[in-house]
């Protein structure tokens, strides 16, 4: 019973589809391939689904009992953007986690260092950002991960959570992410922005159904457009008003979510009485 219960809710559903075919091919062999088919579509489905736990555990929101959200960006640093996303946090006074990815923090690492000196968490984004990583082997999507730790860890941290491009999982995440001792963070909140290419109401989008709880997924890249950055940079900053006019707090993740996102490695040059998470 014990081993049933540890099992992945995939596992569980298949085992139930399974014995529901067996039972049904008694009176009818050809209904018997009904539920296993049901079974595949739900696993086609649920990883498109960020806030679905099939596969693995998946944390997609945090405590509402803490009155406030959790802000996270995905797919820096950049140069452009990150900086300008800095300046908006401190206005706020307001501490994020950036999902980066490994390839853009062993090209900007400066950018790592101003991220943790303001008190701003790291998570791991993957290496190189592969929207088809979880259609690879196992040994591959391993590697993506691993190899941002090693970037990161040379740069004084150790994140904890993983946050898989696209917000899609498959069956092989959670043992990788098990071994590493980390954990899969999502998001329950977005606009569908297209990484900064579809930046009208954003803040609209985030702000008209935001309640207690919600972690935010925004993303750190700098549209290509420069009239369209610079409504981009208006629309952050509304968010941010928008949330306090909502009279929500903004936290540090691993304070809304209670757990704790990053450690540091040996290399960390920042005092760690700095960090809030």
């Known amino acids: 019973m014990h081993r049933l219960r540890s099992l992945s809710p995939a596992a569980r559903i298949g085992l139930s589809a399974i014995c529901l075919a067996l039972l049904t091919a008694i009176f009818s062999p050809l209904l018997a391939a009904l539920p296993l088919l049901m079974f595949i579509m739900v696993c086609v489905a649920a990883p498109l689904m960020p806030a679905c736990s099939l596969f693995l555990p998946v944390v997609s929101r945090g405590l509402p009992e803490k009155c406030a959200v959790?802000?996270?960006?995905?797919?820096?640093?950049?140069?452009?953007?990150?900086?300008?996303?800095?300046?908006?946090?401190?206005?706020?006074?307001?501490?994020?986690?950036?999902?980066?990815n490994g390839c853009r923090a062993e090209q900007y690492p400066d950018l790592i260092r101003s991220m943790l000196s303001l008190g701003h968490t790291i998570g791991n984004h993957s290496y190189?950002?592969?929207?088809?990583?979880?259609?690879?082997?196992?040994?591959?999507?391993?590697?993506?991960?691993?190899?941002?730790?090693?970037?990161?860890?040379?740069?004084?941290?150790?994140?904890?959570?993983?946050?898989?491009?696209?917000?899609?999982?498959?069956?092989?995440?959670?043992?990788?992410?098990?071994?590493?001792?980390?954990?899969?963070?999502?998001?329950?909140?977005?606009?569908?922005?297209?990484?900064?290419?579809q930046v009208s109401k954003l803040s609209q989008k985030i702000l008209k159904s935001l309640r207690s709880g919600d972690i935010i997924m925004l993303h750190d890249i700098w549209p290509r457009d420069e009239e369209k950055a610079r409504h981009w940079l208006v629309e952050v900053e509304r968010i941010l008003s928008g949330i306090q006019e909502k009279h929500l707090k903004i936290l540090p993740l691993a304070t809304l979510i209670d757990r704790p996102v990053m450690g540091f490695s040996v290399h960390h040059p920042v005092d760690r009485n700095v960090m809030h998470e």
Do not use: C
Not at 145 to 173: E, H, M
């Open 128 to 197: 190189s950002h592969d929207n088809f990583i979880m259609l690879k082997g196992g040994a591959a999507l391993n590697a993506e991960i691993v190899k941002t730790q090693r970037v990161l860890n040379r740069l004084g941290v150790v994140p904890r959570t993983f946050r898989p491009p696209v917000g899609v999982t498959n069956p092989k995440l959670g043992d990788i992410l098990d071994r590493l001792g980390m954990y899969a963070v999502n998001f329950n909140r977005r606009a569908g922005d297209r990484g900064n290419r």
């Open 70 to 100: 959790a802000l996270t960006f995905d797919d820096g640093p950049n140069p452009a953007s990150t900086p300008q996303l800095l300046k908006l946090l401190a206005k706020y006074d307001a501490r994020a986690t950036f999902y980066v």
